[in-house]
């Protein structure tokens, strides 16, 4: 072998790995977009089967700003996720969750040692200590 079937080796196994990450890419997309019909989804898959290197670079042109879109869209929705759910709990004050424990110790759900522990832990988040409480 020489330093060129080498060099021509390590070009045509890049060329495929890419081909096969875009392929991916685009049946991933086709069965993510939910404005594409069933029929629609079935030519491209057939085309994709019989012609895919020609299939894959058509998608790319034809659909490409839509791919973006739907692939920003789904990078996205976990930290909107994470965040619609942290946001609130983390905006209570230390007051609020003392109010919440109270409300579970008039109702029983909790003893009083636990209501203890719970404003303790409130007051500790606001950085004063359990000897200020009163």
Known sequence: MTFWNIVGIFFWTYVFIAYLFALFTVIGDIFR???????????????????????VLVYIIARGRGLATRSAERSHAPQFQEDSYTRPVAATSPSQHIADAKALL?????????????????????????????
Do not use: N, Y
């Open 33 to 55: 977009d939910h404005t594409m019909h069933g029929v629609v989804k079935a030519i491209w898959i057939f085309f994709l089967v019989f012609v895919p290197f020609l299939t």
């Open 106 to 134: 008039d109702a029983g759900t909790i003893t009083q040692p636990e209501f203890e522990q719970l404003k303790q832990h409130a007051m500790s988040t606001l950085g004063t200590g359990p000897s200020s409480v009163q």
